[in-house]
């Protein structure tokens, strides 16, 4: 959370090794390609940086891993996730995702990366339409569970 809402952009390189290492123990998924779960360009003009985008780019790095950012796009703004509860969560983000480039995704096998997983809301509607466009498996990497 200092990261995403008190700009600590210090963090992302920690942040990235412990989810690399993370990203090389079972049980996650042995990822082709890592893809940043977007913010949507209005909200990304206000806070300046997307920290999905700043993580995934700082792992693939450190992997040798391809980032694939200008493939999943958030059509619509939705509201903050930490204001929801999960019921709510799955309501806001149900068709907020797209794919922009979809011959990219399909046969590979991604991991779609954010800064905290709660209910899995976001990541499971992103994994929704990165299968739909051909993926050949899904898996989500964030640096916490809350």
């Known amino acids: ?20 290492e993370a990203a090389l123990s079972p049980p996650t998924l042995l990822a082709d390609a890592l893809i940043p779960v977007p913010l949507h360009p209005t909200r990304a003009r206000a806070r300046e940086f997307n920290q999905a985008a700043l993580l995934a780019h700082d792992i693939g790095r450190r992997l040798g891993w391809p980032v694939l950012d200008d493939v999943l796009v958030r059509q619509h703004p939705t509201a903050p996730q930490s204001q929801l509860e999960a019921p709510a969560r799955r309501r806001n983000v149900a068709g907020a995702f797209a794919i922009h480039r979809g011959s990219q995704v399909r046969g590979r096998r991604l991991l779609v990366v954010d800064d905290v997983l709660t209910t899995g809301a976001t990541a499971a509607a ?12 899904v898996g989500a990497l964030t640096f916490a569970h809350g």
């Open 126 to 137: 992103c994994a929704r339409v990165l299968l739909a466009a051909g993926a050949a498996e």
């Open 1 to 20: 959370m200092q990261l995403k809402y008190q700009r600590q952009l210090a963090l992302v390189g920690p942040m990235a090794q412990q989810m690399a």
